[in-house]
């Protein structure tokens, strides 16, 4: 008798369903087949039954409009310094000019795009690096566990902003620079989720039907972990994007972001800020707005697909 004629049927059910997501339905105990797109609709559904869900992707979605189609329409030449400092807003400038006499409402735009771009990239290879680093480290157990935990542990123990600004006092701001330098941070989180899902899921008969069919690990873990875990992956990107561009105003408030001509929200608001007492609002409250709605969009999101897919598996 082969290998596979000798597994449960249980077994079998579960190792030849897809794994589209986090414990997705496979086949139920009726003999009916209940597929992932079905468990994926009820999630869109619950996620669009959420008022701060649909408030969060509204948001995002007027604030990628407003950083990339808005340079489109309003042109306004956001890297020459003129002698027009500090204007009000007015006709020719809706939110008047900055110190050296630069659109304010066209330099929130392309500080937009900078800080959008560097956000989203650096929580996807956060989340990246956190996901493979916390599967590897749950699947193997054992002392590669330990040694994997340990190095987290001891970066979460070092305050953030000592690491970043080490790290950009090195070496002079670029974008690639931000980028590295907010994931160096922010993979620590994702990793300890990721490595709390494997527990569990190496547990599972399809896992352990795979090892008995001769399955390498690492396919083990791209195959069959990985995709099992992409639920809590999901929403805790989402949350690394919000603190990514949080990390990144950090930056630029303390004088580590983009250097002018270039700018991001952080920088304008550090370039602003000593002249706040002077009545110059424009140079500090859009910028500020800006940040606190994008950082609040992207939490409004994480809760809205972490509940989401809580709803689904309290139906299963």
């Given amino acids: ?61 007027l604030l990628l409009l407003f950083s990339f189609a808005g340079p489109l329409f309003y042109h306004s030449d956001t890297t020459v310094a003129t002698y027009n400092i500090n204007l009000p807003p007015g006709p020719g400038h809706p939110l008047g000019t900055d110190p050296s006499g630069r659109d ?25 690096i956190g996901t493979l680093w916390g599967a590897i480290s749950g699947f193997f157990g054992g002392a ?50 990721v490595r709390g899902e494997t527990l569990s899921l190496r547990t599972r008969e399809y896992v352990r039907a795979v090892k008995i069919m001769g399955g390498g690990r690492l396919r083990t873990i791209v ?5 099992n875990t992409i639920g809590v992956v999901v929403v805790q990107a989402t949350f690394t994007v919000a603190n990514s561009i949080l990390l990144l105003a950090t930056l630029g408030f303390l004088g580590f972001g983009l250097a002018p001509p270039a700018a991001d929200w ?19 409250y859009p910028a500020g707005i800006l940040i606190v709605l994008t950082v609040l969009s992207f939490n409004f999101i994480g809760d809205a697909m972490r509940d989401a897919l809580e709803v689904r598996l309290q139906r299963r």
């Fill in 104 to 128: 304010v409402l066209g330099r929130l735009m392309t500080g937009g795009q900078d800080s959008l771009i560097i956000g989203i990239i650096s929580a996807l290879v956060a989340t990246i």
């Fill in 223 to 227: 195959r069959h972990i990985i995709p």
């Fill in 266 to 284: 952080g920088s304008m608001l550090s370039g602003g800020v000593n002249y706040i007492y002077d009545g110059y609002w424009w140079l500090i």
């Fill in 144 to 193: 590669v566990d330990t040694i994997l935990m340990r190095i987290v542990d001891v970066m979460l123990a070092i305050p953030t902003i000592f690491i970043l600004l080490y790290l950009e006092t090195i070496y002079h701001p670029t974008v690639l620079l931000l980028i590295i330098t907010i994931s160096i941070v922010s993979w620590l989180t994702a990793a300890r989720l």
């Fill in 1 to 61: 008798m082969s290998i596979t004629e000798d597994l449960n049927p249980e077994i079998e059910r579960e190792f030849a369903a897809p794994f589209a997501g986090p414990n997705l339905p496979t086949t139920p105990e009726g003999g009916e087949v209940s597929g992932s797109g079905s468990a994926w609709r009820l999630i869109v559904r619950s996620f669009f039954d959420n008022k701060l869900g649909i408030l969060g992707v509204t948001i995002l979605v």
